[in-house]
């Protein structure tokens, strides 16, 4: 019998969805961080399921408001790290850049794990891991192992303090796209 009950002592609510325009990404951000900002009134954490990437960003900065910079720990194919697109900040490929420059996140301590998406140039990853990202890849994860990289996240995230708080976000295509063959970027 297990005694692991992570939620025995700790009281867990569903707050509910949050209502966000579907025609105009900017409006979106501004409601998303807007009602993140009213839940954390009443709780200290908050767990997100669904969306893209668009939404980490004004998640990210309610939390930080209150707890201050956050360790990204980041599962996706993808950094989500590239600079504004056609005149958008913030859009799902472009968050954790954006939390970077606002100093959302630590400036180190972060790391990106799973990383295999072949758009990414040597100047990509050398921006990420100047943001105080690191960057272990999905050959890295199959060479080193889960404990090692394990390690490694647990050590990138002392390097931001004992008690930073952390962001974790795992997206699905992180996976294989032969077992998320349904992900809309599946590289």
């Known amino acids: 019998k297990s005694k692991q009950r992570p939620l025995l002592e700790r009281q867990v609510a569903d707050l509910g969805d949050v209502d966000v325009t579907p025609f105009g990404i900017d409006r979106a951000v501004e409601e998303i961080h807007a009602s993140c900002h009213e ?5 200290d954490r908050l767990v997100i399921m669904g969306g893209d990437h668009s939404l980490s960003y004004p998640a990210m900065k309610a939390v930080s408001e209150k707890f201050g910079p956050l360790v990204l720990i980041h599962f996706d194919s993808h950094m989500d790290t590239f600079p504004p697109m056609f005149d958008q900040d913030v859009w799902h490929g472009s968050p954790f ?9 630590a400036k180190d301590g ?15 990853l050398r921006e990420s891991d100047a ?4 960057t ?4 890295e994860v199959h060479e080193i192992g889960v404990k090692q990289c394990v ?3 647990r050590e990138r995230c002392m390097l931001a303090g004992n ?3 952390v962001y974790l976000s795992i997206d699905i ?6 077992v998320a063959p349904g992900t809309g970027t599946p590289e």
């Open 39 to 43: 839940k954390l009134k009443v709780v």
């Open 136 to 139: 272990i890849t999905a050959d």
């Open 173 to 178: 295509d992180v996976l294989d796209p032969s």
């Open 151 to 153: 390690e490694i996240v």
């Open 97 to 105: 850049r954006k939390c970077w420059e606002d100093g959302v996140i």
């Open 110 to 124: 972060s790391t990106h794990i799973g990383i295999r998406a072949t758009t990414y140039s040597a100047h990509d």
């Open 131 to 134: 943001m105080g990202i690191a």
């Open 163 to 165: 008690h930073a708080p």
